[in-house]
């Protein structure tokens, strides 16, 4: 796990992983219909993760063209222990292409 305790690099790792998978997919933010994110101890460490979401969201002003549900949801906990931080994103995909990819921990 990246970041491993600390929530801020972890959320930061994530978006950077979506930036590639919206890459890939040739999308941008603004394809992006839905984020769900999962953290563990949200009294604890929302605040940190709603931060770096906002800014992820307004990268170059793109926030304005970006009609993104989200909801941020406390877990007691994630599959791998040193995880804090989780999250789904549903894209609008508007080429006939495929893409895979594989996401480290």
Do not use: P, W
Not at 5 to 20: A, M, N, P, S
Not at 38 to 53: C, F, L, P, R, Y
Not at 79 to 84: G, Q, V
């Amino acid at each position: 796990v990246v970041g491993a305790g600390d929530v801020t690099k972890q959320i930061k790792h994530v978006f950077g992983r979506l930036d590639q998978l919206l890459n890939i997919l040739e999308c941008g933010i603004t394809d992006i219909l839905t984020m769900n994110i999962q953290v563990v101890d949200i009294h604890k460490n929302g605040k940190a993760v709603s931060t770096a979401e906002n800014e992820y969201l307004m990268m170059g002003g793109k926030f304005k063209k970006a009609a993104v549900a989200m909801r941020l949801v406390g877990v007691s906990g994630l599959y791998l222990n040193e995880a804090l931080v989780q999250l789904e994103a549903k894209i609008v995909v508007r080429k006939a292409s495929m893409a895979t990819l594989i996401l480290e921990r």
